[in-house]
T-cell receptor, first 113, second 113 residues
Framework: ETGVTQSPTHLIKTRGQQVTLRCSSQ?????VSWYQQALGQGPQFIFQ???????GRGNFPPRFSGLQFPNYSSELNVNALELDDSALYLC????????????FGNGTRLTVT | QKEVEQDPGPLSVPEGAIVSLNCTYS??????FMWYRQYSRKGPELLMY????GNKEDGRFTAQVDKSSKYISLFIRDSQPSDSATYLC?????????????FGTGTKLQVIP
């Protein structure tokens, strides 16, 4: 069973730039969620994708957007980067339904300077 | 007030000790409760997943949920140096159509050999 994989592992960007992070879901999982984890904090829900559509969003501005592809892989795009966007970005996959737990990748560490 | 409160620690214990980790929450809609372990520079790893109130045991780990008190616990028996990590409690409601999970800030545990 292949777990959740994310790329790249580290990224350094300048304020105002745009970034794309990628995620391959665990084999058999059809739902992908993205979380932002600031240093010393718990992960914060950004949004979830199911059947290639966003079906839930947390308290993040529209410059955070995403895609899910037919093979259930996903991208997170962040435009107009701000210094506060520096964080670990985590992708989690799961099966549809409330009873399915989230399985996380190892994240992408984004630093905005 | 945060929906989920968790003592950030750090918590230092000698090898072999029983560790108790706790979270309180305010949202009575939470029905699914999870504990994740996160090693440095890694993504969260699911340890325990429970529904509603009660106890669940898995090896050296026991999860307890007391919905009447809005209080959950994770006990680690015979703690090992390899248990040194940050432990995140997490929870979500049974309804809502999507799988937004709310996390605590995490408790950093160090097990001293």
């Amino acid at each position: 069973e292949t777990g959740v994989t994310q790329s790249p592992t580290h990224l350094i960007k300048t304020r105002g730039q745009q970034v794309t992070l990628r995620c391959s879901s665990q084999s058999g999982h059809n739902t992908v969620s993205w979380y932002q984890q600031a240093l010393g904090q718990g992960p914060q829900f950004i949004f979830q994708y199911y059947r290639e559509e966003e079906n839930g969003r947390g308290n993040f501005p529209p410059r955070f957007s995403g895609l899910q592809f037919p093979n259930y892989s996903s991208e997170l795009n962040v435009n107009a980067l701000e210094l506060d966007d520096s964080a670990l970005y985590l992708c989690a996959s799961s099966l549809e339904g409330q009873s399915s737990p989230l399985h996380f990748g190892n994240g992408t560490r984004l630093t905005v300077t | 007030q945060k929906e989920v409160e968790q003592d950030p620690g750090p918590l230092s214990v000698p090898e072999g000790a029983i560790v108790s980790l706790n979270c309180t929450y305010s949202n009575s809609a939470f029905q699914y409760f999870m504990w994740y372990r996160q090693y440095s520079r890694k993504g969260p790893e699911l340890l325990m997943y429970t529904y509603s109130s009660g106890n669940k045991e898995d090896g050296r780990f026991t999860a307890q949920v007391d919905k009447s008190s809005k209080y959950i616990s994770l006990f680690i028996r015979d703690s090992q140096p390899s248990d040194s990590a940050t432990y995140l409690c997490a929870m979500r409601p049974a309804s809502g159509g999507y799988q937004k999970v709310t996390f605590g800030t995490g408790t950093k545990l160090q097990v001293i050999p």
